[in-house]
Every structure is written in C-alpha cells, then in structure tokens.
T-cell receptor
Framework: NAGVMQNPRHLVRRRGQEARLRCSPM?????VYWYRQLPEEGLKFMVY????????ESGMPKERFSAEFPKEGPSILRIQQVVRGDSAAYFC??????????????FGPGTRLTVT | DAKTTQPNSMESNEEEPVHLPCNHS???????IHWYRQLPSQGPEYVIHGLTSNVNNRMASLAIAEDRKSSTLILHRATLRDAAVYYCILRDSQGGSEKLVFGKGTKLTVNP
C-alpha cells in the first residue's frame, strides 16, 4: 500500500511565477490536509479538504493561495505570483475518515519550494 | 486547542530508554493526546495516541498521568534512527477542527 505521494519533491520558481504542488493521498483516504514549514520554524496548518469540498481553510493566506481536491485526481495546492517568503517545505497528509479519537494523519515526504 | 509544553531538547545514548515529557495542564476531558515525530528532511510520522490509559505499540509507549495533566512518551531502546523532533499534540474529539496544531516539540539527539 503506497503512502502519501507528493510531487515534485523539489520545485524552483522565480518571483512572480506560479507553483503547483500535487498530493496523492493513501488509497482509500478521502481527507487531505496541507501544512507549511518555513525555514527554522514549526509546521503550520493551511487547509483541510475532502473530495470536492474545502472544509477548513483557516490557515491559508488570503491572497495568491488556493487548494482543491477534485473528484478524480490528486489534491493541488496552487500558489500564484510566488514571492521569496513562500520558500518553504509543503507537506500533505491524508486520513481515511473522521474518528471519535481523531485518528492519525499520514504525511507525505513534502515538496520543497525555493523562490529565487 | 489546549496548549502543551515540552522541553526544547533532550539527549540520549543509543540502546538506552528515553522518556520524553509533555505538560498539558489545561487538557479537557475530551482531548486525546497524540505524539508525532519528524525525522530530518522528512514529513511528520504518527507515533502513538491515548486518552486515559497507558498505551503501547511497536514504536513506543505512552504513559498518561492519572490527572491527565501530563504524559510521557517512552522509547524503550533508542536507536540512531530515533533522532527527531517529537511533538505532543492535543486533539479534541468533540467539535473543533481536524487540523494538527504543532508546537516547537522536543529535539531528541541520540549519541552512538
């Protein structure tokens, strides 16, 4: 059973370009979460999605960032007009369903975005 | 989400037990205690979770104080591969968000 897959693993963009980060959850998982880790900082929640729905986007910057999890295909985190401050590691996690004890989230290896 | 407090760093020797403490004095009755760890240059990895009783799995043990205001993650025989940042996270089973709220965690160094 393959784990959470993210691609690309490394992404270099010039200021002003767009970055698209992809996340394929574990098989059978319908809940996807995106987190960001800035250099020398902790992980911060960005957004939580279920198929075709954004459930919680309280951690998403108001501008330039968007996320989707279509009925078919991977979840996409899109950053428009990237700036140097967007340079970070972006992690995706998935879980199978909501449980009373919340259960565990399974993380991917991350995409390391560098903005030059 | 209720707050947790962990030491910034700890050191251990290989093949010795490690006890990683976590204080959560404002824990509510419906909060589960979760532990994750993040190895260098990798995504976080689930370790263990519990509510009131001590828990064991193949990776670690979780000892929860009787008043639930603190807990301890126990690695029975540390290996070099256990060097990571360990995060103690409270998750409310009733309402609230599904998101994980990571603090600064404890950076564990394992000496050969």
């Amino acid at each position: 059973n393959a784990g959470v897959m993210q691609n690309p693993r490394h992404l270099v963009r010039r200021r002003g370009q767009e970055a698209r980060l992809r996340c394929s959850p574990m098989k059978g998982h319908s809940h996807v979460y995106w987190y960001r880790q800035l250099p020398e900082e902790g992980l911060k929640f960005m957004v939580y999605l279920q198929k075709e729905n954004i459930i919680d986007e309280s951690g998403m910057p108001k501008e330039r960032f968007s996320a989707e999890f279509p009925k078919e295909g991977p979840s996409i985190l899109r950053i428009q007009q990237v700036v140097r401050g967007d340079s970070a590691a972006y992690f995706c996690a998935s879980s199978p369903r909501i449980r009373a004890d919340r259960g565990e989230q399974y993380f991917g290896p991350g995409t390391r975005l560098t903005v030059t | 989400d209720a707050k947790t407090t962990q030491p910034n760093s700890m050191e251990s020797n290989e093949e010795e037990p490690v006890h990683l403490p976590c204080n959560h004095s404002t824990i509510s009755g419906t909060d589960y205690i979760h532990w994750y760890r993040q190895l260098p240059s990798q995504g976080p990895e689930y370790v263990i979770h519990g509510l009131t009783s001590n828990v064991n799995n193949r990776m670690a043990s979780l000892a929860i104080a009787e008043d639930r205001k603190s807990s301890t993650l126990i690695l029975h025989r540390a290996t070099l591969r256990d060097a990571a940042v360990y995060y103690c996270i409270l998750r409310d089973s009733q309402g609230g968000s599904e998101k994980l709220v990571f603090g600064k965690g404890t950076k564990l160094t394992v000496n050969p």
